[in-house]
Structure formats: structure tokens, C-alpha cells
């Protein structure tokens, strides 16, 4: 027993100087902006937007002594323009827990058959029984990809030495992707009918937006007052599907911050901001103009055109002097002459001469 714990040991500390000294592999690196996943056991498979739980698994099993085409994958074609005018394109493969040895990956990825930007992985050392992850990064560029374009992504692998390495994807433990950066949907915020709307534009035809959620705030002071964590009175109800989503509710008078929440269906979240101010319409009420010169038209004319059509008849029809008559018509022509001015007043005038010989004709008769 003396003999057999020395030689015991002597093999555990063989053991640990053999075992490779590095920790597990670093994760993934985080991704976010137009994200697309592998999926198909086919060559070409599909860039998928919805996730991983919608794909279907493959792999590939990659041989060391050169540079393997591990296969493509691509989208259908663009609905709409596809414009990112700094973006780094993320690529994150897998493989298996049996695979040994280093490995890297190359990438391309097209628009239309045509390489946009491409690179070669750091190299990775394959010595856990876990599924590790091969990541590769990008420069930045600017993509343009227009109606009815294809997007490509194409991967070599080269394993080094005499190992070999299972390259999978479309698995939940290994969900091989894509991302493009500093994405997010085309969003156009407007009236409907006197309600709040959003207009969406995604390359998916929207297929591709999984709910949308409005939130207000106010009324407030400032329009630009800073969103708080709890905005008052919060969501509101508001419905749509796809591209086209609108508040259900009138409005509230006043000034109120709105927030469209956009979920995608691929987990990511973006916030169109903005604000409305709705404010009861006051009736303008304008003071009365007095015009000197209609005035003055308007005091002389009258006594004058009651003169001309009989002021003794029309002063016995209306039972008053004459006297009293022309003090009668002359106020009346001044308030009026001031406030219609001349051009109004000449029409005043005749309707007064239409009255006057209309009483004239009576008068007689009576007496």
C-alpha cells in the first residue's frame, strides 16, 4: 500500500501537467442590431430571422491538413432597401464536444453573389468536452443592399495538425449566427384620424416585428422634460400588426411624451420617441373697428337720402318730427358708417332707400 500511494500520486501530477493550463473558452461576444441565424443540414441553407428555435440542425465534420467550405446560408429576397452606413458584421460558430485541435474559420459575406466583406477567425484551441464557440469580427463598412437582393453568408473551416472538429449550428446549445450592427427598422411616427401611428419598414416586409407597445407621459411642462423610469399614465392601448400600428384612445388635451417600444422577433428592442401637444381650439373674438371716414359718410347720407325719398311722409309713418328724424338717422349712419366703412355702407344705403320707398307707398295709402 506504501508503494502504490507514491506511484498514484506521481500519475495525478503527470495528469495535471499534461492538461492544457488555459480556462474555459471566453463566451460569445454579445450581438445586436439585425441579427440572422444558420439553419438547414443543406447547401445553400437559410439565414433565418426569427431564431434559433425555428431552425433545423446541421454540421459538417472538418478534417485537419487544409481549408474546408463548411457550406452558405441565405435570405430570402429584401422586401425592402437594406442601408447601414457604419455596420461590423458578427459571425459565431460551433462545434461539437468530441472535436480536438485548433480551428479557425473564414467568412464572406455577399449581397447578390458579391463579397461586401470578409476575414479570417483567431484561431481556437478545441480541448474541452463542451461546445465551443468560434467567433469572428469585421472592420466596419457601409452596406447597401437593395429591393429584391439576396444577403450570403459563406464559412471555411481549416483545422490544424491531425485533429478534427464537428462544426454545428441550428441547436440551442449551439446557435451559429450572424449580426449586423447598428441596425434597426425604419420608423415613420404620425397622426391617423387624429391618433398617434407608427409606420414600420424592415427588409422582412415586418414579418420580422413581433408586438409593439406605446407608452405617454404627461402632461408636461417641457417637451423635452427627460422620460422618466415610470412615465404616467404609461401604456396605453393601441393596436396594428406588421408595419402599421395606432393608438386606439383619443388623445388627451395637453402636451405628452410618447414612446413606441418595438420588439423583433429576434429578442431585440427598439424606442421611437417623440412628443404631441394638443390644445383646445380658442374662438379669437376681434374688438370692433371704428372707421372715421365711413362715419362721417354714414351721418350725412342718411338724413340726405330720407330727404330725397320724403321726410315729412316718412317722419309721419314712423310717428316722429322731422327733427327727431334726422337725429334718429343721422346716429344711425354715423355707428354704422364706422363700423362697415364706405364700401359695406353703399350697400347699407340701398337696402335703407328699398325700406324707405316701401313706407312711402303705405303712408299715402293710410292717409
Known sequence: MKRVLPLLV????SLALLAPTTLAHDPPPETSGLLMWLSDDQDPGRLLREGVTEAQEGSVLVTGGGEQRVGSWLTPP?????AISDTMLTVVMY?????????SIRVNFMVDGVTVVGGESNSVQLYEPYVTNIPFQSDRFELNATLGSTLELEVFATVTNVGAAQVIWGRSDADAHMAL??????????????SLSLTLTTPWACDDVASVTLLLHGPVADHDTEWPEVPSPGPVVSSGAGCDWRMQAEPEFGTFQYRWQVTMVDGEQFNVSGYYELQLEAVAVQAPVFEATGALAGAASFPALAALLGLATTARALALKQEQLLVLLALLGLLLG???????????LAGVALVAWTIRPLTMIRS
Open 78 to 82: 429584401l422586401a425592402s432597401n437594406l
Open 10 to 13: 506521481t500519475v495525478l501530477l
Open 181 to 194: 450592427e447598428d441596425w434597426m427598422p425604419i420608423a415613420e411616427p404620425g397622426l391617423v384620424d387624429g
Open 95 to 103: 462545434t461539437g464536444p468530441t472535436s480536438v485541435g485548433d480551428i
Open 338 to 348: 364706422s363700423l362697415l366703412g364706405l364700401e359695406l355702407l353703399a350697400v347699407m
